[in-house]
């Protein structure tokens, strides 16, 4: 059972950056592929970028390709997502989760963490 705590949310203008960190229980973290969600109010989850256990392979949502980078440090048991360029419509609680399933829906994973809070302002 992996466990996960998301940090490095916050406030911040359209235009600007927050990285979000995801650190991991467990001793097996490079096997997990690992990703980014999202979810705005009254909105369903949504996926915005995965990776794989070396991080060789990325995907990515349409909505943040570009601006967002996924990346990992699996001596440090940490999952990373930059975040560039922000818009108001980035604006959610950002979750990770260990992938078991399909890559870009939420039911494919598991071990979800409580989430950090991102606030873009226009």
């Known amino acids: 059972q992996v466990q996960l705590v998301e940090s490095g949310g916050g406030l911040v203008q359209a235009g600007g950056s927050l990285r979000l960190s995801c650190a991991a229980s467990?001793?097996?973290?490079?096997?997990?592929?690992m990703g980014w969600f999202r979810q705005a109010p009254g909105k369903e989850r949504e996926f915005v970028a995965a990776?794989?256990?070396?991080?060789?392979?990325?995907y990515y949502a349409d909505s943040v390709k570009g601006r967002f980078t996924i990346s990992r440090d699996n001596a440090k048991n940490t999952l990373y997502l930059q975040m560039n360029s922000l818009k108001p419509e980035d604006t959610a609680v950002y979750y990770c989760?260990?992938?078991?399933?399909?890559?870009?829906?939420?039911?494919?994973?598991?071990?979800w963490g409580q989430g950090t809070q991102v606030t873009v302002s226009s």
């Open positions: 467990g001793r097996s973290f490079s096997n997990y592929f």
């Open positions: 989760a260990r992938r078991i399933g399909a890559i870009e829906e939420s039911r494919g994973y598991d071990g």
């Open positions: 990776i794989s256990g070396i991080g060789i392979t990325t």
